[in-house]
């Protein structure tokens, strides 16, 4: 017998309905997040020269303003990946935002008595400690990179805003705080993503687990050992 | 007999089945002779289907994909909750695929004889050679059936058969098989050929000029009663154990609907037919609301035993193996633990009824593992039985891969039901009645894994092919409610609902449901005599006069009202129990699940009397007060000879 | 309508098992009562005495209606049919975790959890599945019809009755068929939607992704199920899935979150190959 399909016209917005589709939002966040994760990989790598003194972290900071130069003017390629990593930014919190809303619509009416049974404090915390460390980047670009709200203010170098910042327990603890928040935002990213982009399976799921937890714990710890190390005195 | 309980009417015979050519040409030949409707016509033809397990879902499916306009309703929230999703075990085929001697004649026999030569030769003879297909539907439909590691389907054999022809998916067969007909279904109501009435219990059956024309159905939610017109109805409701109120139905399954139909003119075969399954998990309290099956698997590698000593109450583990009785091994050395239910069922209460029973009160036997875990190994019975021994230790709260398990015959099936012809027609034309609300393929006794094999028959294949010919003459003259006939039975189902909630005595439904099932299980159960049916027979109608003085039903009418609808379940329970003790008691032998006392063999097994009872005995209801009619519908046997069964 | 009376107490004193009686559990439970969709709804409080640790949830309900509609109110209405953990009817919210999971120790249905799960004295929170793809009908009663819609929309392999090859014409892996097998135990109680922070019921539509798609039977329509499929559940209003595990935690049939990553590895190449959901 022949296959009846019922088509109602004038409903047909398949593509607007593929892209705002709830798996389309999470693909945009995984990927979003992966390019967040490279530039953070390429940051960690390069705060560890702050060790080598402060003509090469100063110089290393430089560099990155001039690459490409003379071929293309100065700041290009700074220009360029700050401009993609907005972009992931936006498309982060766009997706974030949406399935957030759709979560409250979802369900409008909470449970009396809740209780997480396989939720790690890593997942429950993704949507606030993501508005965290959002809120953490822009007063970091504020400290570090334009000295806004360094100490030492904009006209000082790297190296210099960078120790008188951590040379302020306060500061430290605020940037503690948040890189803590960001390394268990990216351990449940991790394996979130490799979800959503359909590569995990029974097998990998420890593998992945794992992976996301020294990760994370690697790039944090990278990161964290600039401001323990002067805090503590061994850079200054 | 006396003549106050029953009288006698005409005899009745199916005249569908072509009797001119060999038993094996006879379906194709119905299918042949049978008239058909063509494409065109058929849209124009409206059939309901009462209930969607997988009789009622795979036919619903079916006849919506031939192009009728299918009504279907059901009183869940969806149609894949139908009791069949908790049939574990498996569904029989004659494939043949081990290569060791089945065939269509052999599942056809086993069938027979398993029944104890107490159904229709060509019906089952039918069920077997559609067999086949079932597997090669589901299969198609994505069914996840068991495989071997070559990528071919596996086998297991089941009690009553000494071939492996069990197709099975786990421990979670029916559950499989339902989804399979549950999302063909699924896949018409989105192409809009099924019309979905969700949460619906169907409480009359509307009868015009002798034809089945619609029923009179109850919105659960809603509480609306209304009527729906078709050119046929087909019920597909189920079985009737929750007459025992603690059985392994689902705590919804019930017979209003067959019984409903009952009192419209259809008849009702062989009430006294009712399957005890040996594995059950046993009663613990008065609580308790429901009773949980195991299934008949298990016997593959379980052995059961009860201690050699009377009152023995020791570890089970503690008792060596020279103090234990095998018993089943020991009266049946060919089939041991595999014999068919019934017999494994009244030999556990013969023990029992001994002292030798294990366990709370002393009703439960013993299923061991102990040798199978040594030959096996762990890992093995866990990939077997796994699902089933958590279920066992989630229910009891003891660990069957420690202990053995203790299990105990509980109701789990009903073989009688509505009479219905060759092309599954009831004695009301235009109401076809299929699965197990049928009374056609089993006997008196059903073999294991043949449920899902008959109500997928009936479901994908018998009733589609058979119902073109009843409905080539359609579409019949339109109808509504202003027609006296739907107008008296609108108004009968509205005054029953009135009626049950305004009692207001002082007992629930439950209470009654309850003590009817106790009763039933006493004097109706496993073993039946004239002396235990007569007492039955005096007390139904005192519960019956007192449920009608004393029911309490709080709670309204236009509303989801649970323990309203309980209660007309419950009364039409009590109704039928009257005529399944009547029936039990005109059946004065024994045989396949009903085993009367006063007709065994000297060393207590069923004695069957063909001489006066090979016969279907067809009850037609007669109203309020005067005893029911008894139409006898002679059983012929062509092809399989009358012997007494033995699996010894 | 009759009202609810609230603080009920009750003793269940019907045991006549001498043995039983004494050993009964006390318990006050906290169950969500609305009279039907429009109303608000709230927590009613009612104690009961003498439950036996070997009752099962449901049946320990049972006494509480039996109680209730004897003393003229209205019981509580919840869903439930074959009480052996296998039809998917029941599902309540049990102190906090769908089908009392976090009390169970183990994957359950509400009517295989029992009773010895709890102590003597134990206060029991019950609500109903929340989320707006489930309306309550009544008390705890929801409709889940949401579920049905989502098959409806591509949850089945087109096979017609009577045009099925031979059986043993199509072989299916072992691996494969087990895992599809897996999947497809999936009862459709809608646990995951419940347990989700975010009421997604991914975990539900990635089993029969996963199902028909790991058999070679379910290859025709792989893409096309895969895409209308995810987009009938958006269009029911449940949420997103982040990927948590609520779901598969709350699982009576475990359900792993593999399939949701391999419904996701389907959707990305189905988009790709161009495969579009029906609107």
Redesign the interface.
């Known amino acids: 017998?022949a296959?009846?399909?019922?088509?109602?016209p004038g409903?047909?917005?398949?593509?607007k309905?593929?892209k705002?589709?709830?798996?389309f939002?999470?693909?945009v966040m995984a990927v979003s997040g992966i390019i967040m994760v490279l530039y953070l990989i390429a940051h960690m790598i390069g705060n560890l020269k702050v060790f080598a003194g402060r003509e090469s972290f100063n110089g290393y900071s430089e560099w990155i303003r001039t690459i490409g130069e003379p071929a293309v003017p100065a700041q290009t390629t700074l220009t360029i990946i700050r401009i993609v990593l907005l972009a992931a930014v936006i498309a982060h919190f766009w997706a974030a935002v949406s399935?957030w809303r759709?979560?409250k619509?979802?369900?409008?009416?909470?449970?009396?008595?809740?209780?997480?049974?396989?939720?790690s404090y890593a997942?429950?915390t993704?949507r606030w400690g993501g508005v965290i460390v959002g809120l953490f980047i822009v007063y970091h670009i504020l400290d570090l990179t334009m000295g806004v709200a360094n100490p030492e203010g904009p006209a000082s170098t790297p190296y210099d805003r960078l120790v008188a910042g951590f040379s302020n327990p306060l500061i430290t603890a605020v940037y503690v705080i948040a890189l803590v928040l960001l390394g268990m935002h990216l351990r449940?990213g991790i394996?979130?993503a490799?979800?959503?982009?359909?590569?995990?399976?029974?097998r990998r799921?420890k593998t992945v687990n794992l992976f996301a937890l020294v990760f994370s714990v690697v790039l944090i710890g990278g990161f964290l050992l600039v401001p323990f190390s002067v805090l503590f005195g061994l850079v200054g | 007999m006396p003549l106050d309980l029953f009288t006698v009417g005409d005899p009745i015979a199916d005249t569908k089945a072509p009797m001119d050519v060999p038993i094996g040409e006879r379906w194709s030949t119905r299918r042949f002779r049978a008239r058909l409707v063509n494409p065109a016509n058929r849209r124009k033809l409206t059939v309901i289907v009462v209930g969607t397990g997988l009789a009622g879902g795979s036919a619903a499916a079916t006849l919506g994909e031939a192009g009728y306009k299918v009504k279907n309703f059901w009183f869940h929230d969806s149609p894949r909750r139908a009791h069949s999703v908790a049939a574990q075990g498996g569904i029989n085929a004659a494939k043949n695929y081990r290569n060791d001697g089945d065939s269509v004649h052999r599942l056809f026999y086993d069938t027979v004889k398993g029944g104890d030569f107490r159904s229709r030769e060509n019906n089952v003879h039918r069920l077997a050679e559609v067999s086949v297909n079932i597997i090669d539907q589901c299969v198609a439909q994505g069914v996840p059936f068991a495989r071997e590691y070559g990528g071919l389907l596996d086998n297991r054999s089941f009690g009553g058969a000494q071939v492996s022809r069990t197709f099975y998916a786990r421990g979670q067969t029916g559950q499989q098989l339902l989804y399979g007909a549950y999302q063909a279904l699924e896949r018409q109501m989105a192409a809009g050929t099924v019309e979905q009435f969700a949460r619906h219990e169907m409480l009359d059956l509307i009868v015009i000029d002798g034809r089945a024309r619609g029923i009179v159905a109850r919105n659960l939610i809603t509480g609306e009663v209304s009527t729906h017109f078709a050119d046929a109805v087909v019920l597909a409701t189920g079985g009737y154990s929750n007459v025992f109120y603690l059985s392994t139905n689902a705590k919804g399954s019930n017979a209003t609907a067959i019984w409903r139909a009952h009192k419209r003119g259809a008849y009702f075969a062989n009430p006294c037919y009712t399957q005890i399954h040996p594995t059950c998990i046993p009663v613990k309290g008065d609580y308790q609301s429901k009773l949980t099956l195991m299934s008949e698997s298990l016997r593959n590698d379980g052995r059961v035993w009860v201690p050699k000593e009377r009152g023995d109450t020791r570890d089970p583990r503690e008792i060596p193996e020279d103090e234990r009785d095998y018993y089943l091994e020991r009266i049946y050395p060919a089939f041991g633990n595999l014999v068919p239910r019934d017999i494994a069922s009244r030999q556990a209460k013969n023990v029992c009824d001994e002292g030798r029973g294990v366990g709370p009160g002393g009703l439960g036997v013993y299923l061991d593992f102990g040798d199978a875990m040594q030959r096996l190994g762990r890992p093995a019975i866990e990939a077997k039985y796994g699902n089933l021994f958590d279920m066992y230790a989630q229910i009891t709260g003891e660990d069957p891969y420690e202990t053995p398990m203790r299990i105990y015959p509980a109701v789990h099936y009903t073989m009688g039901g509505l009479w219905v012809d060759y092309d599954l027609q009831s004695t009301i034309p235009g109401m076809f009645v299929i699965g197990e609300a049928n009374f056609s393929d089993h006997g008196a006794n059903r073999l294991g894994a043949s449920a899902l094999m008959q109500g997928l028959a009936d479901g994908y294949f018998v009733l589609p092919n058979t119902m073109n010919d009843y409905l080539a003459d359609g579409p019949f003259e339109k109808v509504d409610d202003s027609h006296p006939a739907v107008a008296e039975a609108l108004q009968e189902v509205q005054g029953r609902v009135q009626k049950l909630l305004s009692i207001n005595g002082n007992r629930t439904p439950a209470s009654f449901h309850r003590e009817l099932g106790r009763l039933m299980w006493d004097l109706c159960g496993m073993e039946r005599s004239e002396e235990s049916l007569r007492k039955a027979l005096d007390r139904i109608p005192e519960i019956r006069q007192e449920f009608w003085t004393n029911l309490k039903v709080s709670g309204d009418q236009d509303t989801i009202n649970p323990t309203l609808e309980h209660a007309g379940r419950v009364a039409d329970f009590i109704e039928l129990a009257e005529l399944m003790c009547v029936d039990a008691l005109h059946r004065a032998e024994s045989c396949g699940g009903h085993f009367r006392a006063e007709s065994q063999t000297p060393e207590g097994e069923a004695l069957r009397d063909d001489e006066n009872f090979a016969y279907v005995a067809a009850w037609e209801w007669t109203p309020e007060g005067a005893p029911p009619v008894l139409h006898h519908e002679v059983l012929e046997y062509e092809y399989v000879h009358l012997a007494q069964r033995s699996y010894k | 309508m009759t009202a609810t009376r609230e603080g009920a107490s009750f003793a269940s004193g019907t045991a006549t098992d001498p043995a039983m009686a004494p050993h009964g559990m006390t318990l006050t439970l906290r169950i969500w009562r609305q009279r039907g969709p429009a109303d608000k709804g709230r927590m009613v409080t009612y104690q009961l005495e003498d439950i036996s640790p070997d009752m099962s949830f449901l049946e320990m309900l049972d006494v509480l209606n039996e109680k209730l509609i004897l003393a003229g109110d209205d019981p509580v209405v919840f869903d439930h049919d074959c009480r052996e953990g296998i039809c998917g009817s029941c599902g309540l919210m049990i102190n906090g975790t769908a089908h009392g999971r976090g009390t169970s120790g183990g994957p359950t249905t509400t009517c295989q959890l029992h009773m010895r799960k709890f102590k003597d004295g134990d206060t029991i929170d019950i609500e109903p599945w929340r989320a707006s793809a489930f309306p309550v009908i009544k008390d705890l009663s929801v409709d889940r019809s949401a579920l049905d819609r989502i098959i409806q929309s591509g949850g089945y392999i087109s096979a017609p009755t009577g045009t099925a090859p031979e059986a043993h014409s199509i072989l299916v892996p072992k691996k494969d068929s087990d895992a599809a097998f897996d999947a497809a135990t999936c009862i459709g109680c809608g646990a995951c939607v419940a347990a989700c922070p975010n009421a997604s019921s991914m975990l539900f539509t990635a089993a029969k992704v996963s199902h028909l798609g790991l058999v070679p039977q379910g290859q025709p329509e792989r893409n096309d199920r895969v895409v209308n499929m995810v987009a009938q559940q958006d269009r029911e209003g449940f949420g997103g899935c982040t990927n948590i595990g609520e779901c598969s935690a709350a699982c009576p049939k475990g359900i792993s979150m593999e399939n949701i990553s391999r419904l996701n590895h389907d959707l990305l190449g189905a988009l790709r190959a161009g495969a579009r959901p029906k609107s």
Request: proline letters at 5%.
């Open positions: 017998m296959v009846v399909t019922v088509t109602q409903q047909r917005r398949t593509p309905a593929a705002t589709s709830s798996v939002k999470k693909v399935l759709q979560a619509r979802a369900r409008p009416n909470g449970y009396v008595t809740k209780k997480p049974v396989a939720q997942s429950r993704m449940h394996w979130s490799t979800q959503t982009l359909g590569q995990s399976n029974k799921e």
